[in-house]
Nanobody
Framework: QVQLVESGGGLVQAGESLRLSCVAS????????MGWYRQAPGKQREFVAG???????NYADSMKGRFTISRDNAKNTVYLQMNNLKPEDAAVYYC???????????WGQGTQVTVSS
């Protein structure tokens, strides 16, 4: 079993930055990829970015250039650096961990990001 705990969310103004963190505890050797989804009120949960254990990254097209995902395997932590935030980026951001078949096995509880215009 793996537990994921996110932190770093908050209220910022448009154009500012935030860095989200997700710490994984427990062990599951099938975990291959970690990353982030987000869900805004009234909308479906959408993919933001993912990173494999080898460091290969994947981004949703709308996040490329503004968001950067990284991980510190020694700390079992994945990060999401978000720059030039826009009001439409406001959402609950969820950390996930999945296997090499792209099946998501674990979710965090979410961290709220609010962006004022």
């Amino acid at each position: 079993q793996v537990q994921l705990v996110e932190s770093g969310g908050g209220l910022v103004q448009a154009g500012e930055s935030l860095r989200l963190s997700c710490v994984a505890s427990g062990r599951d050797f099938s975990i291959f990829v970690m990353g982030w989804y987000r869900q805004a009120p009234g909308k479906q949960r959408e993919f933001v970015a993912g990173i494999s254990s080898g460091g290969r990254t994947n981004y949703a097209d709308s996040m490329k250039g503004r968001f950067t995902i990284s991980r510190d395997n020694a700390k079992n932590t994945v990060y999401l650096q978000m720059n030039n935030l826009k009001p439409e980026d406001a959402a609950v951001y969820y950390c996930y961990a999945g296997n090499k078949y792209n099946v998501i096995d674990y979710w965090g509880q979410g961290t709220q990001v609010t962006v004022s215009s």
